[in-house]
DNA sequence: TACTATTATTTGCATTTACAAATAAATGCA
DNA sequence: TGCATTTATTTGTAAATGCAAATAATAGTA
């Protein structure tokens, strides 16, 4: 293997961890963390979904999306209700407190998009976004 | 904001964890851990570095990091040296056990980014790690 | 030289995280 | 129907994480 910085997984991590640090760092004002926002931008995108199916699109693993949940639920951000078609499942929805965070954190969202893109073309952003969707497709060769 | 998997840092931290669980899943039979990989591989692209300087390129927090070099430490495969020019800094070196786990590792990490990039041609890899630098770079725009 | 500010690392402590086991409900099938 | 299996979530528990404060040493300057 080669330097570091031609590795790639180094280099995901790197961009990854750095805007991550520095969003929680700007969401923590408003009581929020990168977690919370992951979870509340699910929910934005669609209401009302499993524990099981937040964490495969938060990337956050279950056992610690439970007691995200809990703790966003006692913030009266989030509210869960059991699933009438499967008792089982929990289908967890917005509360009234949660979209109004959304929407406060939404515009640091798109600053935060416009900065790491800063200087990207329509058609480098385009391009970069499908490569980063392609790699994680590809990971399914080594999961199975 | 649209779509959540047309916004970059979700799909940079979605490809980025998926990599990594799977990477930390694999070392662990070696006794090893991502974080451990990061700074043995860190080492290896220069050793006798400086906490600071290793927290920098891993992406470690400082405090995370030494407590991790303990760890590390008692494992025998690193060691701590004080700086002869500045005493407050410490010098951080592989150890022969930790020159063994690196080599134990390396396949594995060729191996990711192999799969990782599986389907990429010379040129797309070229295109994507240039944006990942880029992106890294970018972010010198919000924390100055 | 003494004093203040800066830099490097570690430690205190509360929170977050994740593996594994437990619980609870649905499904498949004898 | 009854029982074993699978699926969904939570809980137990130990380890990892990160902010803030503490410690230690250097550098700058009056």
Redesign the pocket.
Known sequence: MGPLDSYLPYLLNRAG?RIA?AF??EV?PLGA???IWRVLAALREQDGR??????DTTS????????????MEQKGLVA?RR?A???????LHVAPAGRRLTQRILPIAERYEAVALAGFNAGETEMLKAALRRLYANMDGLTE
């Open positions: 961890a640090t929680n760092d923590r963390t990168l977690q499993r524990m099981g199916d937040l964490s956050i693993e279950v056992s610690t999306l439970t007691r995200l949940v809990d703790n869960r699933d078609g499967d008792a089982r499942a929990i289908l």
